[in-house]
T-cell receptor, first 113, second 113 residues
Framework: SQKIEQNSEALNIQEGKTATLTCNYTNYSPAYLQWYRQDPGRGPVFLLLIRENEKEKRKERLKVTFDTTLKQSLFHITASQPADSATYLCALEDTGTASKLTFGTGTRLQVTL | NAGVTQTPKFRVLKTGQSMTLLCAQDMNHEYMYWYRQDPGMGLRLIHYSVGEGTTAKGEVPDGYNVSRLKKQNFLLGLESAAPSQTSVYFC????????????FGQGTRLTVV
C-alpha cells in the first residue's frame, strides 16, 4: 500500500542552525511533491512545490530536494528562527485528476533561542 | 480577500445527530476538497469535487455526503454522527491544473459525544 513517512518525533534545533526534515514514500510515483506549514489550530499553508523532474527548489531560506530514485524529499530551513516553529507536512500529488494530495503525518519543528 | 472560509469553527454533536459543514471560497477555484485530520494519522481525503455539480469519493468517505451546487461552496454532511467522526475537518481548494498549491480553511473542530 502507499505510504508516506515523516519523522513523528519533534525536531529541536537552535536558532541560526539549519533544520532538515525528511519525507520518504513507498509504492508511489508522484508527479509533484509539496511542503506545507501548519500552526496549532490553523489550516496548512503552502510553502514549496517541486516536480518529479526537478532535483532542487529554493525560496528565500527554504530549500527542497526531490530524489525519485531514493523516493525521498528533504526540506531545509536555513538560519532558522523561533518563528519557524511549526509542524511541516509533506504531500504527494499523483498524475490523476483533481490534483488530489496525500499527506504525511508531519514533523513538528521547535526552534529555540 | 477571504480565501477559504469554513463554518462553523467548533461544534459538539450527540451520537446520531446530523449536521452540515460549509466551505466557501472566493478564488474561483474549480477543485475543492474535504479532509479530516486526526492525531498520528495526518490529513485524509474524505470527498472532493472537480467542478460545480460534481463530487467524488476520497480515501475515507463512509458516513459522509457532500454537495457542490455552486462553484464557490462545498458542503460536507454527516447524516448520523458517530464518535469515530470526532476530528478536525479542513476544506481546501485549488486551480484546475496539476502542480498547483491548495488553499486551506481554518478548520472545524467537531466532537461527537
Amino acid at each position: 500500500s502507499q505510504k508516506i513517512e515523516q519523522n513523528s518525533e519533534a525536531l529541536n534545533i537552535q536558532e541560526g542552525k539549519t533544520a532538515t526534515l525528511t519525507c520518504n514514500y513507498t509504492n508511489y510515483s508522484p508527479a509533484y511533491l509539496q511542503w506545507y506549514r501548519q500552526d496549532p489550530g490553523r489550516g496548512p499553508v503552502f510553502l514549496l512545490l517541486i516536480r518529479e523532474n526537478e532535483k532542487e527548489k529554493r525560496k528565500e531560506r527554504l530549500k527542497v530536494t526531490f530524489d525519485t530514485t531514493l523516493k525521498q524529499s528533504l526540506f531545509h530551513i536555513t538560519a532558522s528562527q523561533p518563528a519557524d516553529s511549526a509542524t511541516y507536512l509533506c504531500a504527494l500529488e499523483d498524475t490523476g485528476t483533481a490534483s488530489k494530495l496525500t499527506f504525511g503525518t508531519g514533523t513538528r519543528l521547535q526552534v529555540t533561542l | 480577500n477571504a480565501g477559504v472560509t469554513q463554518t462553523p469553527k467548533f461544534r459538539v454533536l450527540k451520537t446520531g445527530q446530523s449536521m452540515t459543514l460549509l466551505c466557501a471560497q472566493d478564488m474561483n477555484h474549480e477543485y475543492m476538497y474535504w479532509y479530516r485530520q486526526d492525531p498520528g494519522m495526518g490529513l485524509r481525503l474524505i470527498h472532493y469535487s472537480v467542478g460545480e455539480g460534481t463530487t467524488a469519493k476520497g480515501e475515507v468517505p463512509d458516513g459522509y455526503n457532500v454537495s457542490r451546487l455552486k462553484k464557490q461552496n462545498f458542503l460536507l454532511g454527516l447524516e448520523s454522527a458517530a464518535p469515530s467522526q470526532t476530528s478536525v475537518y479542513f476544506c481546501a481548494s485549488s486551480y484546475f491544473r496539476q502542480g498547483t498549491e491548495a488553499f486551506f480553511g481554518q478548520g472545524t473542530r467537531l466532537t461527537v459525544v
